[in-house]
């Protein structure tokens, strides 16, 4: 999944400063109802990953059953840690 490919969908634009307050938290809950409607792993981790940067990530032991996908989301949650510190 890509990433501008996600915020076009969810958004309306590729462009993050162009979105209006509105349309963020539309596209936010959007984003929210469609993690917890999809069963596969790998659009899972995408979305939550989206909403981690967006700020609206949900807890990690509610989004991930698997200890596999917490342990992956954990190491996202450092990588971008580390690339802000940057």
Known sequence: MDFD???QRYFGTADLASIHPEALSAGIEHMRVDFGLTTDRGRRF????????LGSAMDLDKAFEDEADRDSARDFMDLMDRAQDD
């Open 46 to 53: 995408a979305l939550w990953a989206v909403l981690y940067m």
């Open 5 to 7: 490919d996600q915020l």
